[in-house]
T-cell receptor
Framework: DAGITQSPRHKVTETGTPVTLRCHQT?????MYWYRQDPGHGLRLIHY???????DKGEVSDGYSVSRSKTEDFLLTLESATSSQTSVYFC?????????FGPGTRLTVL | KNEVEQSPQNLTAQEGEFITINCSYS?????LHWLQQHPGGGIVSLFM???GKKKHGRLIATINIQEKHSSLHITASHPRDSAVYIC?????????FGTGTRLQVFP
């Protein structure tokens, strides 16, 4: 699993509140990704990072921001959570041979 | 039209059957991935391939770059193979995913 952890694993929050999800890796991989998974849509890329302080947007980046101040941590922030952001969020890293996914965070926005 | 299309969307099989899941894509790729996700579970990478064929146990993945098509085969299927199988392609440092094929194998 390339030492990927996500926290929290489950969160329930209210509309309008900020939320930060954390992805942590232990193997110094350069590329890290945040995806969301929704029924009927599959996995969709929110943001990704190709190094410390180097990030770029994915296809569903509106309403999300990211930060990567250390190689091992990639944070995803929902600036003002909305019900449409209720989803399962996966972090991933890529190597030359494969991608490794974190265990996921189930977020519910009421 | 999605850039990565999988078929079928749902598949049921009896234990022991040979299973094929198909993936077609419309973009230029550097590699294609097959992933497995068990219900309520995490996502595991099964294969990454850029040409030819790979085999791991009862699983075989093939890719035809010219036809932009890949297949995942499961031989001698077992109930523990029940999962969602996801095809994804690497394009410009990013993955583009299909919506998955839900497989149920009954004893």
């Amino acid at each position: 699993d390339a030492g990927i952890t996500q926290s929290p694993r489950h969160k329930v929050t209210e509309t309008g509140t900020p939320v930060t999800l954390r992805c942590h890796q232990t193997e110094n991989h350069r590329y890290m990704y945040w995806y969301r998974q929704d029924p009927g849509h599959g996995l969709r890329l929110i943001h990704y990072s190709y190094g410390v302080k180097d990030t770029d947007k994915g296809e569903v980046s509106d309403g999300y921001s990211v930060s990567r101040s250390k190689t091992e941590d990639f944070l995803l922030t929902l600036e003002s959570a909305t019900s449409s952001q209720t989803s399962v969020y996966f972090c991933a890293i890529s190597t030359q041979d494969t991608q490794y996914f974190g265990p996921g965070t189930r977020l519910t926005v009421l | 039209k999605n850039e990565v299309e999988q078929s079928p969307q749902n598949l049921t099989a009896q234990e022991g059957e040979f299973i094929t899941i198909n993936c077609s894509y419309s973009v230029g790729i550097s590699a294609l991935h097959w992933l497995q996700q068990h219900p309520g579970g995490g996502i595991v990478s099964l294969f990454m391939l850029s040409s030819g064929k790979k085999k791991h146990g009862r699983l075989i993945a093939t890719i035809n770059i010219q036809e932009k098509h890949s297949s995942l085969h499961i031989t001698a299927s077992h109930p523990r193979d029940s999962a969602v199988y996801i095809c994804a392609v690497s394009s410009s440092d990013k993955l583009i995913f299909g919506t998955g094929t839900r497989l149920q194998v009954f004893p």
